[in-house]
């Protein structure tokens, strides 16, 4: 079985997602801005993934502090962690990531002891790594119960252990599913510009025999129209107070197909992905990535030189196209601004 990330004394350890699938590479990243820059170039993504590597940065940044003076060490970590909040801005994970590392670093700040505050931070990241496979599990166990006996399920994007910790959110509940002996069929969607879908999900779930279809993204409504889909189950990059969901671009359009076909739209996230701050998806900021993204497969130019270029990485899916919100406390139906506060609670 693969390792999405790791921490290890020589640094953090990340499966370099950008050349799934051909080829299995594990780099070390030694420094925070090493981390950063992995979280940037899309070496790790995906919501949960990102914000445990971004917990493990902020450990190793704050190990390399050699400043005795509060001040100086206060300072030097409030930059580590103006770094990495920097590197991706929609999925909120990053955000609660570091403010539950600041939480542990200002609790141990106090007492003055920075040898134990380093290992504080240490255990806080490797913690939030375990506990991030365990809740997923939970998850999954919970989404599972919402999927027929027999059931072909269409999902976008990755949201898989490649996404997260470990396990996955909704190749979570997936792969729950088919641990209960259900018998399951998946469409994934190739979802351009990335490929997540056609790289990473297709991958994952080819090593773990779970029976995939790869689509292209346009082919979803022709299959959902054609019978040939029982459920979507998506994850979620953040979701605001009212069940408005950011996920990757071509969400929006998978939920609205989905209602027209009578089709649940189930998303699975945990509640760290919840922004109760926020009352709607229009507060939701959406990352734009380079063009290039869209003009280049790999090496090679697809498009024109010169040529305009759109790259919405997100979008949002109102809560009316929402089904459930699947979390590791419970299943969140709509009126979201309460099912989902309870969770929180
Ligand atoms: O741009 P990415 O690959 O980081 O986007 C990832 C997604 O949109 C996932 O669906 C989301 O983060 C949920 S992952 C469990």
Not at 191 to 207: H, I, S, V
Not at 227 to 247: M, T
Not at 268 to 291: C, F, H, M, V, Y
Request: with cysteine; glycine share 6%.
């Amino acid at each position: 079985m693969f390792k999405t990330l790791e921490w290890t004394e020589a640094g953090v350890v990340l499966i370099d997602q950008r050349k799934l699938p051909s080829e299995e590479v594990y780099q070390v990243f030694r420094t925070y801005q090493e981390v950063a820059q992995a979280i940037k170039d899309m070496v790790v993504r995906g919501a949960p993934a990102i914000g445990v590597t971004a917990a493990m940065g902020i450990a190793l940044g704050v190990k390399q502090i050699e400043a005795a003076d509060p001040v100086a060490f206060e300072q030097k970590f409030l930059l580590i962690c103006d770094t990495l909040a920097a590197t991706r801005p929609t999925a909120v994970n990053l955000f609660w990531a570091i403010e539950r590392m600041k939480k542990v670093f200002y609790e141990n700040f106090r007492k003055g002891d920075f040898a134990q505050l380093k290992r504080a931070l240490e255990d806080e990241a490797i913690h939030m790594h375990h506990e991030d496979v365990e809740l997923n599990r939970r998850m999954g166990r919970l989404g599972a119960s919402l999927l027929p006996q027999r059931a072909s399920v269409l999902t976008h994007c990755n949201a898989g252990a490649l996404a997260t910790a470990g396990y996955g959110t909704a190749l979570g509940v997936i792969r729950a599913a088919v641990e209960q002996g259900k018998s399951l069929q998946v469409f994934a969607d190739e979802t351009r510009p990335f490929l997540q879908g056609a790289r990473l999900t297709a991958w994952e779930l080819q090593k773990d025999q779970i029976p995939v279809t790869l689509i292209t993204d346009n082919m979803a409504g022709h299959f959902m129209q054609s019978g040939r889909v029982d459920c979507v189950i998506v994850g979620a990059d953040r979701i605001a107070a009212n069940g408005d969901v950011a996920n990757k671009i071509g969400t929006y359009s998978l939920a609205v197909l989905a209602k027209e076909n009578s089709i649940p739209f189930y998303v699975a996230a945990p509640t760290s992905t919840l922004d109760l701050n926020i009352s709607s998806g229009e507060q939701i900021p959406i990352e734009q990535r380079s063009p290039q993204e869209v003009t280049h497969i790999k090496e090679a130019r697809i498009a024109p030189a010169g040529i305009n270029v759109a790259n919405p990485a997100f979008d949002v899916t109102p809560n009316r196209y929402v089904t459930a919100i699947i979390t590791e406390r419970g299943i969140a139906k709509s009126p979201y601004n309460e099912s989902l506060r309870k969770l929180k609670e």
